[in-house]
């Protein structure tokens, strides 16, 4: 019996994007990271993951948010906004789970293990939303307080507040409970 494993095949056709990254660049993909955003291989590897994001502030902010929390665990995951590149769906914002490994967590951008998993068919973006809009209801999501938030994106705990209100608005929201259920559902 032959146990050896095709590892390069079963990242290939593993059901959940996965990305090899070095520098925030991507280095290699796999089949599913190119459905889910829209491109081939080809388009995708040598670029900057910039490319992924809604806009390149918040790839920035992100990247320097990431950093540290790699750096001291090793590990990093969250909800966040992506931006389908190409095809019939391009430019289309959507939810999007992604977790990532540094290799090295004295060096965290220096190379890393990404996966990212499409969350649109569960919660799908209705709200047109800024960008620190998107920061702030991701971490609303995962139970955040307004001084965490505060804390996680470097701005006041009172700013935060101000983001809080125009999220309810715009999901018209009786309160944070019925917020992050309407930004759950969509």
Not at 43 to 65: K, N, V
Not at 107 to 120: N, Q, R, Y
Not at 150 to 163: D, F, M, Q, W
Request: proline residues 3%; aromatic residues 8%.
């Amino acid at each position: 019996m032959n146990t050896d494993i095709d590892y390069r095949l079963a990242f290939d056709l593993a059901p959940i994007g996965m990305v090899l990254s070095r520098n925030r660049a991507i280095v290699d993909c796999n089949q599913c990271v190119c459905d889910m955003f829209g491109v081939t291989k080809e388009q995708l590897i040598g670029q900057s993951f910039q490319l992924l994001y809604p806009s390149a502030d918040e790839y920035e902010r992100t990247g320097q948010r990431i950093a540290p929390i790699l750096n001291t665990q090793g590990v990093y995951a969250d909800d966040r906004i992506m931006k389908r590149v190409d095809g019939r769906f391009k430019g289309e914002t959507f939810w999007c789970h992604v977790t990532g490994r540094a290799l090295n967590r004295a060096s965290p951008h220096a190379a890393g293990i990404w996966t990212f998993e499409d969350l649109s068919a569960r919660k799908p973006v209705k709200a047109e939303l800024t960008a620190r809009e998107r920061e702030v209801a991701a971490q609303l999501m995962i139970g955040q307080t307004s001084k965490e938030i505060g804390k996680a994106l470097g701005i006041s705990h009172r700013t935060v507040e101000i983001y809080r209100v125009k999220l309810m608005r715009k999901y018209e929201a009786s309160g944070t409970a019925d917020l992050i259920q309407k930004l759950i559902r969509g």
